[in-house]
């Protein structure tokens, strides 16, 4: 029982750095919590992603309803992402019920497909600012439609990896936001990318746990520490030294990917 109790309370404390991870920066969700449930706590890894997908929809709205009374929500920005996310991701479901959700094919797969984003997260987060400034110099290059239907793309995209990996919606939807939306600022997009994650992690998570793959008192556990996290992190937004932040989290996703992989 004593064991139990330490290891709730680890669960606990990791829903905390991870929340306010989440609420600061838009990313860290599933990049750092699907791989520290497998990597550190040894969970399976459909459980794992299946378990953060229901953990981040849950976070996340509690981040929304921050930054939406902020005004810091992009809500024409959210709809066409959701255009796209939302039927990638139901399609990413019944492509893994008829693979065979769980088997040792699954697992390899699920394993495989966190490492590759995870691989690719790391520089769209350690170089966000450079593409940032570059979106600024090349601002007006897109037309209202270009970026009306690549937006869709994205969320597209954004459905299939977040459904498969759990990761994808925070770094890598955010790296896309800037060079399509070079005029918004950086809360107003770290808003809309929150607010776009809620439904789809919501769905691709009811999905997983349709499938079997859902630990509900790990994630009990994990929801104790990450609402104040996010709370904390949403209010924290542009306090950390920028340059520090990413290169650490930069590190860190490139090492647990690589290890995945």
């Given at each position: ?66 930054h939406?009374h ?71 290059a897109l ?118 992989v």
């Open positions: 029982m004593s064991l139990l109790a330490d290891l709730n309370l680890l669960y606990v404390l990791s829903g905390l750095g991870v929340g306010f991870l989440v609420g600061m920066t838009g990313v860290g969700g599933g990049s750092l919590m699907t791989p520290l449930l497998i990597l550190l706590f040894k969970i399976h890894p459909q459980a794992a992603v299946g378990t953060d997908l229901l953990y981040a929809a849950i976070t996340k709205s509690v981040g929304t309803l921050v939406g902020r005004g810091a929500v992009e809500w024409r920005v959210v709809g066409r992402m959701l255009a796209g996310s939302l039927p990638a991701t139901l399609v990413a479901l019944v492509f893994l019920h008829w693979y065979g959700s769980p088997s040792h094919d699954t697992t390899r797969l699920i394993s495989t497909a966190l490492g590759v984003a995870l691989l690719v997260t790391a520089p769209s987060v350690f170089f966000r600012k450079e593409l940032q400034a570059w979106s600024h110099r090349k601002a007006g037309s209202p439609d270009q970026a009306a239907w690549l937006t869709v793309l994205l969320g597209a995209v954004l459905g299939i990896m977040v459904t498969l990996s759990s990761v994808g919606a925070g770094a890598i939807g955010m790296t896309v936001l800037i060079l399509l939306y070079p005029s918004l600022g950086t809360a107003r997009l770290v808003g809309s990318d929150i607010a776009h994650a809620v439904p789809l992690t919501f769905i691709a998570g009811m999905g997983h746990w349709w499938l079997g793959a859902v630990k509900l008192p790990m994630l009990v556990s994990l929801l104790c520490g990450s609402i104040p996290g996010i709370i904390l992190g949403s209010l924290c937004v542009g306090q950390v030294n920028e340059r520090f932040q990413r290169g650490l989290l930069s590190i860190v996703l490139f090492i647990v990917g690589w290890r995945l």
